[in-house]
């Protein structure tokens, strides 16, 4: 019964791939986030949707791309995968002003 | 645009101690709060918020914060601390129009027997 999941938890790719991180939430909330933790522990928004349509779009490399099948899922796919994307990536969900937080992925590339 | 500041990056405290992480922000209207645990290698969990009304709000594992606006703090408080409190601990703001979150770099809290 977990409300919000991602998969997988732990990815280690090479420079250059392609990957994709899921995250579904059960808690029937309207709006998607996808957080970046970096190695200093520092979290920053790079996304988020509305009932499937893009309301924030942070500064982040047209490489990152995510998509919303439905409003249940949000997922984020990554090209051209570098070093600098190692990090957590933390998917939340939200009906109005409180967010919760799936479990992160950790995305290591080499 | 909006920001938080977290003073303190690691404090350490002795179990069964009282614990205080400070937390200030920077918002132009009135700012919804929030305080979120991070346990290692695991999600953030929401401990408490602050929208209005009573300026000292209780929360989960019985944290406390009293936001001030005078100080442009929301700081948080533990009367006694467990080891199990060893986390991260991140203070955030959001605005009332998109609930976009902005957070702060975080206190490591270690506690030690």
């Known amino acids: 019964d977990t409300a919000v999941s991602q998969t997988p938890k732990y990815l280690v790719t090479q420079m250059g791939n392609d990957k994709s991180i899921k995250c579904e939430q059960n808690?029937?909330?309207?709006?998607m986030y996808w957080y970046k933790q970096d190695s200093k522990k520092f979290l920053k928004i790079m996304f988020s949707?509305?009932?499937?349509?893009?309301?924030i779009n942070e500064t982040v490399p047209n490489r990152f791309s995510p998509k919303s099948p439905d409003k249940a899922h949000l997922n984020l796919h990554i090209n051209s995968l570098e070093l600098g994307d190692s990090a957590v990536y933390f998917c939340?969900?939200?009906?109005?002003?409180?967010?919760?937080f799936g479990p992160g992925t950790r995305l290591t590339v080499l | 645009a909006q920001s938080v500041t977290q003073p303190d990056i690691h404090i350490t405290v002795s179990e069964g101690a009282s614990l205080e992480l400070r937390c200030n922000y920077s918002y132009g209207a009135t700012p919804y709060l929030f305080w979120y645990v991070q346990s290692p290698g695991q999600g953030l969990q929401l401990l408490l918020k602050?929208?209005?009304?009573?300026?000292l709000v209780q929360g989960i594992k019985g944290f406390e914060a009293e936001f001030k606006r005078s100080q442009s703090s929301f700081n948080l408080r533990k009367p006694s601390v467990h080891w199990s409190d060893a986390a991260e601990y991140f203070c955030?703001?959001?605005?009332?129009?998109?609930?976009?979150?902005?957070f702060g770099a975080g206190t490591t809290v270690t506690v030690r027997a």
């Open positions: 955030a703001v959001a605005g009332s129009n998109d609930y976009k979150l902005s």
């Open positions: 602050y929208f209005s009304g009573d300026t």
């Open positions: 808690l029937g909330h309207d709006t």
């Open positions: 939340a969900s939200s009906h109005g002003d409180t967010q919760y």
């Open positions: 949707y509305n009932n499937k349509e893009l309301i």
